[in-house]
Every structure is written in C-alpha cells, then in structure tokens.
C-alpha cells in the first residue's frame, strides 16, 4: 500500500532534550510495541514520538504514520508543523490532513494543489498530497502519512460504512495518539481500547502521548499490548511488555519552577487582578469554562479601561482564523507587542496554540485542565528567562468558591455561571479541595500526586450534599461505557457480521449534546453571500469549489438547545434558497443560513454576530 520508504539520521538540527533523548536509546521489544510517554506540556513530546515512530519504521514495525489528535485544531497546526519533518523521516511521501474541514487549511490547499501542478515521479523529493487522497477522509487514511483527528481513527471500530477502508489503511502505520487524558470520557476510553487492541491483532504499533493521564486509564491501555506498571513516577517512558524509563537528565533551559496557586472568590477580583497586571505590563489571560462566561468578563475588563481581547469557539471559522494568529503574533513563541495584552479565552487555548503569558487566572475546571492551562504560563523561558518578565513568580489565580464551605450543590455556581456546568462537580469540587491544600503546582514531581487525588482509587469523601452528584456521575458514566460497549464492531465478529454501513451519526465517536451549524451570511447587492466573502466579490465569480470553502469558513456551530424558542431565519426565504442552490440535500438540512445585519449584527430576536465578540444568544429556553 505504501510506496515511500524510512530514512536513516537525526530528524531535527536542534539539541535533543532529555525525553528526546530517552526515546533515542529506549529498547523496543518484538513485534507490535506501545509506548506511553508521560510528561508535562512544553517538554517536546512530540518530537520524542516522532523519534520512536522512525525508529519503529526501521525496525519494521510498520511502513507509514497516522498522528491523531484530539481536536480539528491541533489537528491543523500539527500539520503545520508537520512537512519538513516527515520530508526528512520519508522518500517521497504522501501527506494528507484528514477531519471534517481540512479542506479549509492553507497549508494542506497549497500542498495539494502543488500536487496537482505538477504530480508526482519517482525521481522526485519532497513530500506531496494527491487529489483523490485529499478530497476524502475515509482515503486519507491510506497516504504514507495521516494527520488528523482522533475521530478518523476511532471510526475504524464502529460499524459504519468504510469502516473496513479505515481499518485496513491504519494497519501499516505507527499510530500516534496525542492528548490521550483528553479521551478519559467512559464512552471515548471504550473506543480507544478497542481500537488499540483491533491495531495491535493487524501487528500494527502505537505510541501515545499525555500530560495527565489518570493510572487507572494507563493500565487498561497498557493492557491492550499485554503491559503493566504499577510506576507512580512522572515523567515516565512505559513500553508495554518492556521498560519503563523514569530517569532523565536535568534539563540545562531555565525552567519556570512551581507555581504558586491562589484562589479568587469573585469575578470583581478577578477582573481587578487582570487590570491591574495588565498596567504592570504583563501579557494576562484568562481562562473561561463557558463562552457566555468569557463575554462577560471582556465587557467587565473594557468597562475598566482593560483594551481585552475574545477568544472562544462560537465564532465563525474566518473569524477565529484571523483572531487566533493576531493571538499567536502578540503572545507566540516569538510574538511581539506582548506588553500589557490581554486575552479572554475558553478552553481552546489549553491545547490548540502555543501561547505564553506572564499572568493566568481560570476558572475552577478539573486538575488535568488546569495543569494544561498552566503550561501557557510563563512557557518559552529560554525565550523569555524570570529576569525578562514584569513578575517576579509565576502565580495561578483560581476563580473557585470556598471547597471547606459547601452548604448545598449549587455550591459551584455560586462563584461560576454557566461554566459551573461543564465538568463534572464532584471532579471539580476534589480539583479545588487538593489544589487549594497544597498551594502549589510543581512541575514534573508534582503533577502524578494531584491528579491520583481527583481520579485515583483513594480520592477525598464528597460533602454529604454533593453526593446525589455523584450517583449522578457514576449513572452517567455506566450508560456511556455500555452504549459504547454496544456500538463498537469486535474482531470476534468478522468483517460481515461487524460492519453495518450505517451512517456516522448512528454510531458517533463522541457523545455530547446535539449541536446546529448556522451559516452566517452578509446581504448585498448582489444577494446573500457568505460572511467570509470579500467585499466586492460576486458569488458569480467565484468556482462552487471556492463558494464551498467560504460557506464552510463562515460557520458557527452551536448547541441546539440555546437555540430552541428562536425564530432563525425561514430557510425558504428566496435569497436563502438562492444562496442555496449549489447545497447537496445533506447540506441544506444540517446547515442554517443567517443572514447578519449590517448595522447592528441581529439575526433574529436573541442572537446577533459581532466579528470582535462572536455569536450572542441573548435568550434560552
């Protein structure tokens, strides 16, 4: 199936780190392997991966890559990152970007359409992306090199159409799995552990990535290649079946040290907290549980004079884009402007992009979200050393009531609104109760010992009256692990028997609450265009590939109960249908065109779009 093949020497012209430099000499077993490798954000996992992964590939344990990420995000700017490095690992290999919008991605476009222009020779180098692999995620997976989400993969162990195509293109890869606490949900832990073993039965190998992965998570994924540790060191390198590296060299960069945590009883203080940083000259963020909550506190901090800035998903893809990278040019890696910035942001900044700020205040959220979070505080240091930032530690302000004061379940969202509803309290109130005690977050000999206390075996009684919260937790959990239990297709089955052709949506790879795409439109004189068109264009010049694309980009998607008693725009309206005319059926069904007002940005009575603030529901039911 693969038609490249691995090269011998260094991947990167950098000095390795010590985890890198681990996964040089690290002994790798026979036949199939599973490597963990454990350690805190901003320690070049990804790079010790790719180590392995060309260390596996010549040793023949198998021919290409399949990197899975958690979020379409992470996706895209891993395969940024991706190309010289895959150029330097392949002859000649096929690269492809495989999630729902890879189509949007400038990077993957260009890489395709230079493809086209000017094919592919045996005589040639470099890496390239064919027309047919790109143009379908189900394909994508049979390219030298796969990057994509979680979800491509996971669909290889559901019963739905092509699920046979899937399998059978991830069989010849090393399979790189990042974020792997990310997918501790009942449901999605379920399909992992299937889809390793279904990898593990092709002789396929794997390679999972994390910074706080509960023990009892590592064991059953362990076991999926017959591995066990009962290790509590962290960081740690566990081969299954073999080895477990704990003992690193010291890292010569400056390291940050502890973090310092402290706890905030009110959105005043947190506000006061940011302003008043923000006139020391720090870079400052603040990190929402909710996106109604992250709007609240930009008008808050603009109601202060804070000139802050809004980060979060329910803005159209265009728009995000264009946001995102004004993000990453002030508090990158190598950003500038950084003095006094201020970002409001919602959980996207935990993984997606590498940010670095001087001061961090979140909302309460679960230990592994916080530690993710953490790790955009005070990151680059040998970039930016201590003696470079306008203060003198880095401190953790936490927005959390009191977890010694809990007079009733509506505890949390006494202090937080409707992010009090996010994650799961009894995680959040055990996040709160051993943060606060220890004061501190220490990186890497720290972090193992606070998350065994939210999600290890011998965690903290709840207060009596958080306890039906619990039961409601535990309820939750058991029907998610059985109806991922039923959906999943076994070996045991076979091909006929495992494989119903049903649709994705049938057999999901995440549960969550249902969601509505709404297609944001502007009106013009020549009709209704999408919001990501540039002004003075008509759509009548444009190809229906490019009209797809600017749709596409101008997409906000939202959860269908916030909209439930709105009156959105009627889709039979004549320039709606105009605009539509060009939709397969499958589209105009899932997709909601909303035109936007030109003055005041309303869509209908309780929701209007502002390019700066997002998509606004005023109403819900």
């Given at each position: 199936?693969?038609?490249?093949?691995?090269?011998?020497?260094?991947?990167?012209?950098?000095?390795?780190?010590?985890?890198?430099?681990?996964?040089?000499?690290?002994?790798?077993?026979?036949?199939?392997?599973?490597?963990?490798?454990?350690?805190?954000?901003?320690?070049?996992?990804?790079?010790?991966?790719?180590?392995?992964?060309?260390?596996?590939?010549?040793?023949?344990?198998?021919?290409?890559?399949f990197f899975a990420l958690p979020t379409m995000a992470t996706?895209?700017?891993?395969?940024?990152?991706?190309?010289?490095?895959?150029?330097?690992?392949?002859?000649?290999?096929?690269?492809?970007?495989?999630?729902?919008?890879?189509?949007?991605?400038?990077?993957?476009?260009?890489?395709?359409?230079?493809?086209?222009?000017?094919?592919?020779?045996?005589?040639?180098?470099?890496?390239?992306?064919?027309?047919?692999?790109?143009?379908?995620?189900?394909?994508?997976?049979?390219?030298?090199?796969?990057?994509?989400?979680?979800?491509?993969?996971?669909?290889?162990?559901?019963?739905?159409?092509?699920?046979?195509?899937?399998?059978?293109?991830?069989?010849?890869?090393?399979?790189?799995?990042?974020?792997?606490?990310?997918?501790?949900?009942?449901?999605?832990?379920?399909?992992?552990?299937?889809?390793?073993?279904?990898?593990?039965?092709?002789?396929?190998?794997?390679?999972?990535?994390?910074?706080?992965?509960?023990?009892?998570?590592?064991?059953?994924?362990?076991?999926?290649?017959?591995?066990?540790?009962?290790?509590?060191?962290?960081?740690?390198?566990?081969?299954?079946?073999?080895?477990?590296?704990?003992?690193?060299?010291?890292?010569?960069?400056?390291?940050?040290?502890?973090?310092?945590?402290?706890?905030?009883?009110?959105?005043?203080?947190?506000?006061?907290?940011?302003?008043?940083?923000?006139?020391?000259?720090?870079?400052?963020?603040?990190?929402?549980?909710?996106?109604?909550?992250?709007?609240?506190?930009?008008?808050?901090?603009?109601?202060?004079?804070?000139?802050?800035?809004?980060?979060?998903?329910?803005?159209?893809?265009?728009?995000?884009?264009?946001?995102?990278?004004?993000?990453?040019?002030?508090?990158?890696?190598?950003?500038?402007?950084?003095?006094?910035?201020?970002?409001?942001?919602?959980?996207?900044?935990?993984?997606?992009?590498?940010?670095?700020?001087?001061?961090?205040?979140?909302?309460?959220?679960?230990?592994?979200?916080?530690?993710?979070?953490?790790?955009?505080?005070?990151?680059?240091?040998?970039?930016?050393?201590?003696?470079?930032?306008?203060?003198?530690?880095?401190?953790?302000?936490?927005?959390?009531?009191?977890?010694?004061?809990?007079?009733?379940?509506?505890?949390?969202?006494?202090?937080?609104?409707?992010?009090?509803?996010?994650?799961?309290?009894?995680?959040?109130?055990?996040?709160?109760?051993?943060?606060?005690?220890?004061?501190?977050?220490?990186?890497?000999?720290?972090?193992?010992?606070?998350?065994?206390?939210?999600?290890?075996?011998?965690?903290?009684?709840?207060?009596?009256?958080?306890?039906?919260?619990?039961?409601?937790?535990?309820?939750?959990?058991?029907?998610?692990?059985?109806?991922?239990?039923?959906?999943?297709?076994?070996?045991?089955?076979?091909?006929?028997?495992?494989?119903?052709?049903?649709?994705?949506?049938?057999?999901?790879?995440?549960?969550?609450?249902?969601?509505?795409?709404?297609?944001?439109?502007?009106?013009?004189?020549?009709?209704?265009?999408?919001?990501?068109?540039?002004?003075?264009?008509?759509?009548?010049?444009?190809?229906?590939?490019?009209?797809?694309?600017?749709?596409?980009?101008?997409?906000?998607?939202?959860?269908?109960?916030?909209?439930?008693?709105?009156?959105?725009?009627?889709?039979?309206?004549?320039?709606?249908?105009?605009?539509?005319?060009?939709?397969?059926?499958?589209?105009?069904?899932?997709?909601?065109?909303?035109?936007?007002?030109?003055i005041d940005g309303a869509i209908c009575q309780g929701v209007?779009?502002?390019?700066?603030?997002?998509?606004?529901?005023?109403?819900?039911?």
């Amino acid at each position: 199936m693969s038609g490249t093949t691995a090269r011998e020497g260094e991947l990167f012209d950098f000095a390795l780190r010590p985890l890198q430099e681990a996964c040089v000499s690290l002994a790798l077993p026979e036949g199939p392997a599973l490597v963990v490798l454990e350690a805190e954000t901003g320690v070049g996992k990804t790079e010790a991966a790719l180590i392995l992964v060309q260390r596996m590939i010549l040793a023949g344990k198998g021919r290409g890559l399949f990197f899975a990420l958690p979020t379409m995000a992470t996706a895209d700017a891993m395969f940024g990152r991706a190309r010289r490095v895959m150029e330097t690992m392949f002859t000649n290999p096929s690269l492809t970007l495989a999630h729902g919008r890879a189509g949007l991605s400038v990077p993957f476009r260009d890489l395709v359409n230079e493809g086209s222009r000017t094919g592919k020779s045996d005589d040639q180098s470099g890496v390239t992306s064919a027309e047919w692999l790109a143009s379908d995620n189900r394909r994508a997976l049979l390219a030298d090199v796969g990057i994509g989400t979680i979800d491509q993969a996971l669909l290889s162990v559901l019963p739905v159409r092509f699920q046979t195509l899937r399998h059978y293109g991830l069989a010849s890869k090393i399979l790189v799995v990042d974020e792997v606490h990310e997918m501790g949900e009942p449901y999605i832990a379920e399909e992992l552990v299937a889809l390793l073993q279904m990898h593990r039965a092709m002789g396929g190998s794997a390679i999972l990535l994390t910074a706080t992965l509960p023990l009892k998570l590592r064991a059953r994924l362990l076991e999926t290649y017959g591995g066990i540790s009962e290790s509590h060191a962290y960081p740690a390198i566990t081969v299954a079946g073999g080895e477990t590296v704990t003992q690193f060299d010291d890292d010569a960069r400056p390291q940050k040290g502890p973090v310092m945590v402290e706890r905030l009883s009110t959105m005043d203080e947190a506000v006061r907290y940011i302003a008043q940083s923000a006139a020391g000259g720090a870079a400052c963020v603040w990190v929402r549980n909710a996106v109604d909550d992250a709007i609240a506190a930009v008008d808050a901090l603009r109601a202060e004079g804070v000139q802050a800035h809004l980060l979060h998903a329910r803005f159209a893809l265009c728009d995000r884009k264009k946001l995102e990278q004004e993000v990453l040019d002030r508090v990158g890696r190598n950003g500038a402007g950084r003095k006094g910035f201020v970002l409001v942001a919602t959980q996207i900044v935990e993984a997606s992009l590498d940010l670095d700020f001087d001061v961090m205040v979140s909302d309460l959220a679960p230990i592994g979200s916080l530690i993710q979070r953490v790790g955009r505080l005070w990151r680059h240091m040998d970039v930016r050393p201590a003696t470079q930032r306008p203060v003198p530690a880095p401190v953790l302000k936490v927005l959390s009531p009191d977890p010694a004061e809990v007079q009733d379940d509506r505890w949390l969202q006494k202090v937080l609104e409707r992010g009090a509803w996010v994650y799961s309290l009894p995680d959040m109130w055990r996040t709160a109760s051993v943060l606060f005690k220890a004061g501190q977050i220490r990186t890497p000999d720290g972090l193992r010992s606070l998350i065994e206390a939210v999600h290890g075996d011998e965690v903290e009684n709840l207060p009596s009256v958080l306890d039906g919260a619990e039961a409601e937790g535990c309820g939750k959990a058991m029907a998610a692990r059985h109806r991922a239990l039923q959906n999943l297709a076994t070996i045991e089955d076979g091909y006929r028997k495992g494989g119903c052709g049903a649709d994705d949506t049938t057999y999901p790879t995440r549960l969550g609450d249902e969601t509505r795409i709404l297609a944001l439109a502007r009106q013009t004189d020549h009709g209704l265009v999408p919001w990501a068109q540039a002004e003075g264009v008509p759509s009548d010049e444009l190809g229906r590939s490019e009209l797809a694309a600017l749709w596409a980009l101008s997409e906000v998607s939202v959860r269908s109960k916030r909209l439930v008693g709105l009156d959105l725009p009627d889709q039979d309206r004549a320039d709606i249908q105009e605009a539509q005319r060009y939709w397969p059926q499958w589209k105009k069904k899932a997709v909601t065109i909303c035109p936007v007002h030109e003055i005041d940005g309303a869509i209908c009575q309780g929701v209007c779009y502002r390019s700066d603030i997002g998509l606004l529901i005023y109403h819900s039911s």
